[in-house]
Nanobody, 123 residues
Framework: QVQLVESGGGSVQSGGSLRLSCAAS????????MGWFRQAPGKEREGVVG???????RYADSVKGRFTISHDNAKNMLYLEMNSLKPEDTAMYYC?????????????????WGQGTQVTVSS
């Protein structure tokens, strides 16, 4: 069973930084492709970044150059470093995993989801 637990969300001012963490059950990263998604109130869930188990990444245009995904296999952790945050980055952020369509930014292609962590960016 794949379990994902996000943490690290919070409230920051525009231009600030946050690092989100996703604790995964054992061997998830080596067996699955993973991604970060976000959903703002009244909007559809959108892909932020996807990563496969060889380290290839795919970022949404809106976060390129500001967000960085990384992982620590030894700790079964996935991270999302978010810099130069903007009010439009405000959303619930989710970690997701699947073993088929790697690097997809479509939420429909991910089977396993965490509960989310809230990020709020004020202007």
């Amino acid at each position: 069973q794949v379990q994902l637990v996000e943490s690290g969300g919070g409230s920051v001012q525009s231009g600030g930084s946050l690092r989100l963490s996703c604790a995964a059950s054992r061997y998830v990263y080596s067996s699955y492709c993973m991604g970060w998604f976000r959903q703002a109130p009244g909007k559809e869930r959108e892909g932020v970044v996807g990563i496969d188990n060889t380290g290839h990444t795919r970022y949404a245009d809106s976060v390129k150059g500001r967000f960085t995904i990384s992982h620590d296999n030894a700790k079964n952790m996935l991270y999302l470093e978010m810099n130069s945050l903007k009010p439009e980055d405000t959303a619930m952020y989710y970690c997701a995993a699947d073993n088929l369509r790697c690097l997809s930014l479509s939420s429909a292609n991910y089977k396993y989801w965490g509960q989310g962590t809230q990020v709020t960016v004020s202007s």
